[in-house]
C-alpha cells in the first residue's frame, strides 16, 4: 500500500504469500501468470506512444464512475501473463518518467512488481482504457484487521466511496491522502484517477522517484519500495515479480517470504 512516510501501513490487501495474492473485495484470477511472453515486445510501448497525449495543466484528481459491462482489453499478454493493458500503463510510465525525471531511471518491471503484488494488476481484468472491470479497494483501516492501523478519513469518501476511515484505492493501493499529493494523469484524458491503471502506474512511479533516488541502485530501489509497505518481505516479494517479469522466469517459492 502506498502512504506517506509518516504513516506505514501494514497493507491488508496483501495475502500471506505474493504467490497466492489477491486483493481484499477481489474475484478470483485463475490462471494469470503463465509463462508466455509477449509474441511482440514493442507493441504495447508503440499502442502507448500512439494513444496517450502529454495534458495541458494539473489534472482533476478524482475517481470516474464506469458503465457495468465493459469489456477487457484485447492486447497480448506479457512478461509471466501480465494483461497486456497493464504491461502498457507500466511502459507509459516508464517513458514518461524517462522524460520528467532522469535521475531515477525506473524500470517498468519495477512497477509490475509492486501491481502484481498490490492487486495482481488490478485483478487481472482491466478494460482498453486501463480500468478494472472491478473496482480496486484495500480493507478498511479501522483498527479491526491485525496489523493494520486506524486512519481516519482524510477524503470525505471523495475516492474511497466511505467516511469515516480510510481504505487503499486502485490496483497500486494508494491511501487518499497520498494519492492527492502525487497524483499524475498517465493516459492524458486530464483526470488522475487512482483507479485507471495508467494513472496509478504513474503516480506510483512519481512516489517511488521521489527525493531523487536511483533505481538502479538496489539501496535506493529497496529505500523507495519500503515506502509503499514498511516490510523487507515485502520489498522482497516485488523484486521477486521484478526480477521475474525481467526475465520470463517464475520465481521461486523461497523468493517470495510470507508478507
Same mark, same amino acid.
Given at each position: 500500500?502506498?502512504?506517506?512516510? *509518516?504513516? %506505514?501501513?501494514g %497493507?491488508?490487501v #496483501?495475502?500471506? *504469500? =505474493?504467490? #497466492?495474492?489477491? @486483493? ?6 485463475? &490462471? /494469470?501468470?503463465?509463462? /508466455?511472453?509477449?509474441?511482440d515486445?514493442? +507493441?504495447?510501448?508503440?499502442?502507448v506512444?500512439n494513444?496517450?497525449?502529454?495534458? $495541458?495543466?494539473?489534472p482533476?484528481?478524482?475517481?470516474? +464512475? ?8 484485447a492486447?497480448? $499478454?506479457? @512478461?509471466?501473463g501480465? @494483461?497486456?493493458?497493464a504491461v502498457?500503463? !507500466? ?8 522524460? #520528467?525525471?532522469?535521475?531515477c531511471n ?15 494488476? =488490478?485483478?487481472g481484468?482491466a478494460? *482498453?482504457?486501463?480500468?478494472?472491470l ?8 479501522d483498527?479491526?484487521?491485525y &496489523? ?12 474511497d ?6 481504505? +487503499?484505492?486502485g490496483?497500486?493501493?494508494?491511501l ?5 499529493? !502525487?497524483?499524475?494523469d ?5 483526470i =488522475? ?6 494513472? /496509478?502506474a504513474?503516480?506510483?512511479?512519481? !512516489? ?10 538496489l =539501496? ?14 515485502y520489498? *522482497? %516479494? ?5 526480477? $521475474? !517479469?525481467?526475465?520470463?522466469v517464475? @520465481? ?8
Amino acid at each position: 500500500m502506498a502512504c506517506t512516510a *509518516a504513516s %506505514n501501513v501494514g %497493507n491488508g490487501v #496483501e495475502a500471506a *504469500a =505474493a504467490a #497466492e495474492h489477491l @486483493p481484499v473485495d477481489s474475484q478470483d484470477v485463475q &490462471g /494469470a501468470e503463465t509463462t /508466455a511472453l509477449l509474441t511482440d515486445p514493442g +507493441a504495447t510501448t508503440e499502442f502507448v506512444a500512439n494513444k496517450m497525449a502529454k495534458p $495541458s495543466g494539473p489534472p482533476v484528481v478524482k475517481s470516474v +464512475a464506469l458503465a457495468d459491462g465493459r469489456q477487457m482489453a484485447a492486447l497480448p $499478454s506479457g @512478461p509471466m501473463g501480465v @494483461p497486456g493493458i497493464a504491461v502498457s500503463a !507500466y511502459q507509459n510510465a516508464e517513458r514518461i518518467l524517462a522524460e #520528467e525525471n532522469t535521475g531515477c531511471n525506473m524500470p517498468w518491471t519495477m512497477l509490475a512488481g509492486i501491481g502484481r503484488v498490490e492487486s495482481t494488476h =488490478a485483478y487481472g481484468k482491466a478494460d *482498453a482504457d486501463g480500468n478494472p472491470l472491478t473496482a480496486v479497494y484495500g480493507p478498511v483501516l479501522d483498527g479491526s484487521l491485525y &496489523g493494520n492501523h486506524v486512519i481516519r478519513d482524510t477524503d470525505g469518501g471523495e475516492l474511497d466511496g466511505l467516511a469515516g476511515y480510510d481504505r +487503499a484505492i486502485g490496483p497500486m493501493q494508494f491511501l487518499p491522502q497520498t494519492w492527492k499529493r !502525487y497524483a499524475a494523469d498517465g493516459n492524458g484524458d486530464g483526470i =488522475a484517477d487512482p483507479q485507471n491503471l495508467f494513472d /496509478a502506474a504513474l503516480t506510483a512511479g512519481k !512516489y517511488l522517484c521521489d527525493g531523487g533516488l536511483n533505481m538502479r541502485d538496489l =539501496a535506493q530501489q529497496s529505500k523507495a519500495i519500503l515506502r509503499y509497505n514498511n516490510s523487507m518481505a515485502y520489498v *522482497a %516479494n516485488v523484486m521477486a515479480w521484478e526480477t $521475474s !517479469y525481467s526475465t520470463g522466469v517464475a @520465481p521461486r517459492a523461497g523468493d517470495l517470504p510470507r508478507i
